[in-house]
């Protein structure tokens, strides 16, 4: 816990029902199950305050474009939850 208070607190000032019950939600829709979710969390805690509609879906509506499945995007986020967080602009496409 300390580990991500000091990488990343903005999760603690966070709305708990808005923002990271919602980011909450998105992992189970995209099929990260809950027993991964501590996992995520710790290697990208930035993904509990990141935006679900303007970040989130965007990136992995573009990932889904190319080719991958749900299944394929939940499994990378299991592996390397900081997947999401990459530009789509300046990562994916190059």
Known sequence: MGKIVTRCPEPFAASIDETLKKN???????GVSKFHHPRVINKYPEFLVSDVDK???????????????????????????????YSIEE???P
């Open 24 to 30: 909450i939600e998105f992992l189970n829709v995209i």
């Open 55 to 85: 970040t989130l879906l965007p990136r992995m509506n573009y990932l889904m474009e190319i080719g991958l499945s749900k299944r394929d995007i939940a499994f990378m986020v299991r592996r390397f939850s900081p997947l999401l967080g």
């Open 91 to 93: 990562v994916f496409k």
